[in-house]
């Protein structure tokens, strides 16, 4: 593994995210890429616009100091044109959908709900499940299009020095609630319509969350404590192998607690010296780290390998899912 990462970070990600898109490219009937849907071929001209931009992302996210500006940067990129796609799609523009027919709230919840109410594993489980084995928690920051939003309006600020209030009841609550709430209409046999409407109802209370709780206590709630895939995604990170520590050098300084967004690093978390579980290793704390001791963990490789290859990895299932068509 050391030799991969001694070769430039931005060679090794261009060329990965080439070859994730060309084998979509090659081996997909249904066009997947975009823009093949709109012009034929056009899909080779995007997956070299995409693995070019990868590489000019992890050329400035490897700067610590530039690091947690262009994760926002690029996770607000992504949920952009998330939305976009959706609304043209909505509009009556069906080949930005990738399934018309069946259209699915972009609700995160629905990862989890959709398949206990249909009695089967969809497309989007399945790929939610495949980012967490290769990149563990790095869905709540950098892939999911809601948290986002959630980001956007917490980091307008230094977060409150106290937790998260009733943060693991109301956790479990909501998972709960998602998970047993899809089995009643399972069994029950309610219809699509007012089982849409009651993930809608969902969705926007989780919007409404963010405009006021996150905003007000500039911590991220919705993804920390609301969204059952944020609670999911707290236990399931684990079957990845990449961590983050707090290395002895720590001064205690309290700088890290001024950017963690996830509320993970409180006081009591950094003399442990390790993130709480909510930590998703979106790595603005190491930007904000004046002694370096905050650092990637990643089996035997040494911490700045460690950290170099979660890049390569994130920016990579990054850069791929903003080319394809989604929903």
């Not at 080779?44 to 995409?50: A, Q, R, T």
């Not at 992890?58 to 996770?75: N, Q, T």
């Not at 109301?170 to 849409?196: C, D, M, N, Q, Y």
């Not at 001064?251 to 967004?261: F, G, P, V």
Request: aromatic share 14%.
């Amino acid at each position: 593994m050391n030799w991969l990462i001694k070769h430039n970070l931005a060679v090794w990600t261009f060329s990965l995210t080439a070859f994730v898109l060309s084998i979509v490219q090659w081996k997909l009937e249904n066009p997947m890429i975009l823009i093949e849907r709109f012009i034929p071929y056009s899909g080779w001209v995007m997956i070299l616009i995409l693995a070019f931009y990868a590489a000019f992302l992890v050329s400035k996210m490897k700067e610590p100091s530039l690091s947690a500006k262009w994760r926002r940067r690029s996770w607000t990129l992504f949920s952009t044109v998330f939305f976009v796609q959706l609304i043209l799609g909505v509009a009556g523009f069906e080949k930005f959908l990738m399934t018309p027919d069946k259209l699915h709230f972009p609700i995160p919840a629905l990862i989890v709900g959709g398949p206990v109410y249909r009695g089967h594993i969809s497309f989007m489980p399945i790929l939610f499940l495949i980012t967490i084995i290769l990149s563990g928690p790095a869905w709540c920051s950098q892939l999911c299009y809601f948290g986002a939003i959630d980001n956007l309006v917490a980091a307008r600020g230094n977060p409150k020095s106290s937790r998260i209030f009733l943060k693991n009841t109301l956790k479990h609550t909501f998972l709960f609630l998602v998970i047993v709430t899809a089995i009643i209409f399972r069994v029950a046999g309610i219809e699509t319509t007012i089982v849409s409407t009651f993930a809608a109802i969902f969705g926007i209370a989780g919007l409404i969350i963010i405009l006021v709780v996150s905003s007000g206590i500039k911590k991220m709630y919705h993804c920390t404590v609301y969204c059952p895939i944020g609670t999911v995604i707290r236990y399931a990170k684990y079957i990845n192998p990449f961590r983050m520590y707090i290395d002895s050098n720590c001064t205690e300084c309290m700088a890290c607690t001024k950017t963690c967004y996830y509320d993970a690093l409180n006081k009591k978390d950094i003399q442990n010296r390790k993130p709480a579980s909510t930590c998703t290793l979106c790595g603005d704390c190491v930007t904000s780290c004046h002694t370096s001791s905050i650092k990637y963990r990643f089996l035997k490789l040494k911490p700045e390998q460690a950290r170099n290859l979660y890049l390569i990895i994130t920016i990579t299932i990054h850069a791929v899912f903003l080319g394809l068509a989604r929903l």
